[in-house]
């Protein structure tokens, strides 16, 4: 099973930035994908950004050219650097991951993004 830890939400006003941190433990030998969702109220929740164990990056078009998403292998963490906030990104963000190979993924507790003046 793997646990995952969120930290780095918070108020930001628009155009600020923000760094989400998330730190996976448990009895796994690797992790495969990693990724960042967000639910705003009201919504569904949708992808912003996945990486893949190599580094290959995915991103939703809302936040391209804005957020980056990065993983750090040797600390089982990924990060994801949110640029030129807009008040449509705030949300509750969770971090996802799944051991690799194997294709049971597991959720954070979610932190909290506003963006406001």
């Known amino acids: 099973q793997v646990q995952l830890v969120e930290s780095g939400g918070g108020l930001v006003q628009p155009g600020g930035s923000l760094r989400l941190s998330c730190a996976a433990s448990?009895?796994?030998?690797?992790?495969?994908?990693m990724g960042w969702y967000r639910q705003a109220p009201g919504k569904q929740r949708e992808l912003v950004a996945t990486?893949?164990?190599?580094?290959?990056?995915n991103y939703a078009d809302s936040v391209k050219d804005r957020f980056t998403i990065s993983r750090d292998n040797a600390k089982n963490t990924v990060y994801l650097q949110m640029n030129s906030l807009k008040p449509e990104d705030t949300a509750v963000y969770y971090c996802?991951?799944?051991?690799?190979?194997?294709?049971?993924?597991?959720w954070g507790q979610g932190t909290q993004v506003t963006v406001s003046s």
């Open positions: 990486v893949t164990r190599g580094g290959t990056t």
């Open positions: 448990g009895r796994f030998l690797s992790l495969g994908l």
């Open positions: 996802n991951a799944a051991i690799f190979g194997f294709p049971t993924d597991y």
